[in-house]
C-alpha cells in the first residue's frame, strides 16, 4: 500500500484545524492541571524528558498518534530494523542500528559475510586501540605513535568530534586524538603546527573516498609527512575508513590498513561503524562499546515502547506539532552541558540532511512545512547571543534544553548555577512577562509614570515559547549513546511523517558540482553559464591572487 501522503490524511486536516485553536493557548494554563509534569514527562533509562512545557495536551497527542497509526509508523519502524531497502532512491537499507545490535541479532538480518565484516572491522579498531595505547604502533623511524588525526567531514567528522568532547573524563592518555575538516589552509596548518611527524597516524576516513575537502587534506597530510621522512616507509602512517577500497588503496594506503563501510550505513548515522576509530581510540574501545550499549538500549525502547511512552516518539510527534502545524520553523538545541557544545552542529547534519527536503516519496511537494532550522550552543553562552530573540521576537522558537544532574567537574557550585539557569531560561519562555508586570516592577522602582507607561513595552516578554529538557543522570559513553541514537530515532520517525527519504542528500550534489567547476574557472578555464556576480568574484580573487 502506499503510503498515505499528508494531504490526503484526515488526521492531518484535523490537526490543521485544531492548531489554529491552539496558537490562542497559553502553555502556562496547562499547569493549573497539578498532575502536568507527571503526565507529560516520561523515564528512559538515565535519560528524563520534560515536555509539559510544550503547547499539548492528551487531545492532540491522541490526535498525532492516531496520525503515526494511520500512517503506518510502527510498520515502517520495523521495516527499517529488519533492513527493507527503505533509502528508495539509493536503493539502501538503512541499518547503522545493527552496528550496535548483540552478534545474535546482526545474525537475523545481514548476511554470513556482512556479519563477519563486522566482526573483523571491530577486531580491526580493538586491535589498533590497544597497540596505540600500549605504545606498539610505531611511525616510520621506529618511534611510538603519539598523536592521531582524523581526516573526514560530514558524518565522517562529526559524531566522533562531538562524542570525544562530551566524554572528556573518559580519555586514555596516552595519544591524543584531533580533527580536520574545513578545506580552509588555516585549519590544516593549525593541527600540523602542533604534530611531529614521525609519531603521527593520519586516519582518512571518507565512505566515498571522493569527498573534495578530504581527499585535499589527506593528500596535504601525506606530503606532510614525506617531506619529513624523505627516505622512509611511511604507509604505516595511514589508516582509511571507507567504502571505497579502491580508492584508498591507489591513494597508497596498504589492505591491511582499511577499514571497511558499507553502503546501508548513512554518512551522518555512521559513528557506531569505523567512522567512530578516533573517538575509540580518544576513550578506549571498552568506553565505545559503552556508547554503543546506550545506543542499543534507546533501540530497544524505540522498537518496543508504545507511542504514548516512547521518548522518540514522543519528542517527533510534538516536534512536527511545532513546525507543521504552529509555524514554529526553528528548533534550539541548548545543551547546558559545556562538553556538549559540539552537539547544536552534529544534529544540524543529522536532521536538516536528513529531513531538509520538499518531495515525498512519490515525488509529490509536500504540503507541510518539514524540518525546522535547527541551531544552537552551549549554555549558558546562548543567553548572551540570541536568547533575546527568542524572548522578545515575533517568532516563537521551539527549544531542546538539555542538562546532566551530575556535573563532570568538581565545580559543583558552577553546575548547580548552571542547571538553575538552565530551568529559569525554560520557565521564563513559557511564562513571559506581560505588560502589566513590567509597569508594576518599573513602577516599585521609584520610575515616573510617564516613563514606566514608555519603558513597559519594551520590557514586555510574550512568554509561550514551547521546550522540551532533557535531563541525564550523568554523561557517561552510555547515556551519550541513548542521547545520540535518541534524536536519529526522533529523526526518522518525523521522515516517516513527513513521507519523505530521511536518508539521501541528494541537496549537497549541486553545490559540489558548482564547486569543481569553479575551480576549473579559477585555473583559467572558460564557463560562460555562471552569473555575473559569481563571474565578477572570481574575478575579483584571481586579480589578488595575482
Ligand atoms: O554532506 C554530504 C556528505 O555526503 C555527508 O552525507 C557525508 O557524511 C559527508 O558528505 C562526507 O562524505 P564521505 O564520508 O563520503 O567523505
Same mark, same amino acid.
Given at each position: 500500500m502506499s503510503p498515505l501522503s499528508v494531504v490526503q490524511s484526515e488526521q492531518v486536516l484535523a490537526l490543521q484545524a485544531m492548531a489554529k485553536q491552539y496558537q490562542q493557548n497559553s502553555i502556562s494554563d496547562y499547569f493549573n492541571n497539578k498532575d502536568r509534569f507527571e503526565q507529560f514527562s516520561l523515564n528512559c533509562g538515565n535519560l528524563f524528558v520534560d515536555y509539559s512545557k510544550q503547547n499539548v495536551d492528551e487531545v492532540v497527542l491522541q490526535r498525532l498518534n492516531a496520525w503515526a497509526e494511520e500512517i503506518g509508523l510502527k510498520r515502517a519502524i520495523t521495516s527499517m530494523f529488519a533492513g527493507d531497502k527503505i533509502n528508495h532512491t539509493e536503493a539502501r537499507a538503512v541499518l547503522h542500528t545493527v552496528l550496535r545490535?548483540?552478534?545474535? !541479532?546482526?545474525? *537475523?538480518?545481514? =548476511?554470513?559475510?556482512?556479519?563477519?565484516?563486522?566482526?573483523? %572491522?571491530?577486531?580491526?579498531?580493538q586491535s589498533l586501540c590497544s597497540r596505540l595505547h600500549k605504545g606498539e604502533y610505531l611511525g616510520a623511524t621506529g618511534k611510538a605513535i603519539t598523536d592521531v588525526i582524523a581526516i573526514g567531514i560530514g558524518g565522517s567528522y562529526y559524531g566522533g568530534?562531538?562524542?570525544?568532547?562530551?566524554?572528556?573524563?573518559?580519555?586514555?592518555?596516552?595519544?591524543?586524538?584531533?580533527?580536520?575538516?574545513?578545506?580552509?589552509g588555516g585549519a590544516i596548518a593549525e593541527k600540523l603546527a602542533m604534530l611531529n611527524p614521525e609519531?603521527?597516524?593520519?586516519?582518512? !576516513?571518507?565512505? *566515498?573516498?571522493? =569527498?573534495?575537502?578530504?581527499?585535499?587534506?589527506?593528500?596535504? %597530510?601525506?606530503?606532510?609527512?614525506?617531506?619529513?621522512l624523505p627516505n622512509y616507509d611511511i604507509t604505516n602512517h595511514f589508516v582509511a575508513v571507507s567504502s571505497n577500497v579502491e580508492k584508498a588503496l591507489s591513494f597508497g594506503i596498504k589492505s591491511e590498513n582499511i577499514l571497511p563501510m558499507w553502503d546501508w550505513v548513512g554518512g551522518r548515522f555512521s559513528l557506531w561503524s569505523a567512522v567512530g576509530l578516533p573517538l575509540a581510540i580518544?576513550?578506549?574501545?571498552?568506553?565505545?562499546?559503552?556508547?554503543?550499549s546506550g545506543a542499543y538500549e534507546m533501540d530497544q525502547h524505540f522498537q518496543s515502547a508504545q507511542f504514548s511512552d516512547n521518548m522518540p516518539i514522543i519528542m517527533a510527534l510534538i516536534g512536527i506539532w511545532n513546525?507543521?502545524?504552529?509555524?514554529?520553523?526553528?528548533?534550539?538545541?541548548?545543551?547546558?552541558?559545556?562538553?556538549?557544545?559540539a552537539l547544536p552542529g552534529y544534529l544540524q547534519q543529522v536532521d536538516m540532511e536528513s529531513n531538509g527536503k520538499r518531495v515525498d516519496h512519490a515525488g509529490d511537494e509536500?504540503?507541510?512545512?518539514?524540518?525546522?532550522?535547527?541551531?544552537?550552543?552551549e549554555g549558558t553562552n546562548g543567553q548572551h547571543a540570541f536568547m533575546q530573540l527568542m524572548h522578545q521576537s515575533n517568532d516563537i522558537v521551539p527549544a531542546d534544553f538539555i542538562v546532566s544532574l551530575t556535573s563532570n567537574s568538581d565545580y559543583h557550585h558552577h553546575h548547580t548555577m548552571l542547571v538553575a539557569n538552565c530551568f529559569a531560561q525554560s520557565e521564563a519562555l513559557m511564562v513571559g512577562k506581560p505588560l502589566a508586570q513590567a509597569k508594576q516592577e518599573l513602577t516599585a522602582q521609584g520610575i515616573e509614570n510617564e516613563d514606566v507607561e514608555r519603558i513597559a513595552p519594551h520590557k514586555v516578554m510574550p512568554g509561550n515559547s514551547p521546550s522540551n529538557t532533557l535531563v541525564i543522570e550523568s554523561l557517561t559513553p552510555k547515556t551519550l549513546g541513548s542521547l545520540l541514537a535518541l534524536y536519529e530515532h526522533k529523526i526518522f520517525v518525523q521522515g516517516?511523517?513527513?513521507?519523505?527519504?530521511?536518508?539521501?542528500?541528494?541537496?549537497?550534489?549541486?553545490?559540489?558540482?558548482l564547486g569543481t567547476s569553479i575551480l576549473a574557472v579559477m585555473g583559467g578555464e572558460d564557463n560562460d553559464s555562471l552569473s555575473s556576480s559569481t563571474q565578477g568574484l572570481i574575478d575579483k580573487y584571481l586579480m589578488k591572487r595575482s
Open positions: 545490535a548483540p552478534k545474535e !541479532i546482526q545474525a *537475523t538480518i545481514l =548476511t554470513p559475510t556482512e556479519c563477519a565484516e563486522i566482526d573483523q %572491522a571491530n577486531k580491526q579498531m568530534k562531538v562524542a570525544q568532547e562530551a566524554l572528556k573524563p573518559f580519555h586514555q592518555r596516552t595519544v591524543k586524538v584531533h580533527y580536520l575538516a574545513n578545506i580552509d609519531t603521527t597516524l593520519v586516519l582518512i !576516513i571518507s565512505k *566515498t573516498f571522493s =569527498t573534495q575537502e578530504t581527499l585535499l587534506n589527506a593528500q596535504s %597530510a601525506k606530503s606532510w609527512i614525506e617531506s619529513y580518544a576513550i578506549g574501545y571498552e568506553n565505545f562499546q559503552q556508547l554503543k513546525a507543521s502545524f504552529l509555524g514554529h520553523k526553528s528548533l534550539a538545541i541548548l545543551p547546558y552541558d559545556h562538553s556538549l557544545r509536500i504540503a507541510l512545512a518539514t524540518a525546522p532550522i535547527v541551531f544552537g550552543q516517516i511523517m513527513w513521507q519523505l527519504n530521511s536518508f539521501d542528500q541528494w541537496g549537497v550534489e549541486l553545490g559540489k558540482e
